[in-house]
């Protein structure tokens, strides 16, 4: 049985920093790209950020580019997410995601990860 489980969120200022980490197991960690999404109240689920299954290769949503950080640790099964300079708009349940891609390119949409955490929650006061 696949479980992906996060674990950093909280309340930070704003200009803060938090570093989500998602621990998984139950599958070949190396076999799947991991992305981080996140869904504030009434939007939609969106990609924030991804990496490769072994290169490193990572995508960003430009809203967090510049800011947020994406890594891996394939020896522990862990996928990283370091959030700098954050925002009030940053607030939202933030989750990741295990996509079985062997393909070169990013899957931006949600309904092509095969297996999710169960979120963490991140608020960022103003």
């Known amino acids: 049985q696949v479980h992906l489980v996060e674990s950093g969120g909280g309340l930070v200022q704003a200009g803060g920093s938090l570093r989500l980490s998602c621990a998984a197991s139950?599958?070949?960690?190396?076999?799947?790209?991991m992305g981080w999404f996140r869904q504030a109240p009434g939007k939609e689920r969106e990609l924030i950020a991804a990496?490769?299954?072994?290169?490193?290769?990572?995508y960003y949503a430009d809203s967090v580019k510049g800011r947020f950080t994406i890594s891996r640790d394939n020896a522990k099964n862990t996928v990283y997410l370091q959030m700098n300079s954050l925002k009030p708009e940053d607030t939202a349940v933030y989750y990741c995601?295990?996509?079985?891609?062997?393909?070169?390119?990013?899957?931006?949409?949600?309904?092509?990860?095969?297996?999710w955490g169960q979120g963490t929650q991140v608020t960022v006061s103003s």
């Open positions: 995601a295990a996509d079985r891609n062997r393909g070169t390119t990013f899957r931006l949409s949600a309904s092509a990860y095969d297996y």
């Open positions: 139950g599958l070949t960690f190396t076999y799947y790209a």
């Open positions: 990496i490769s299954r072994s290169d490193g290769v990572t």
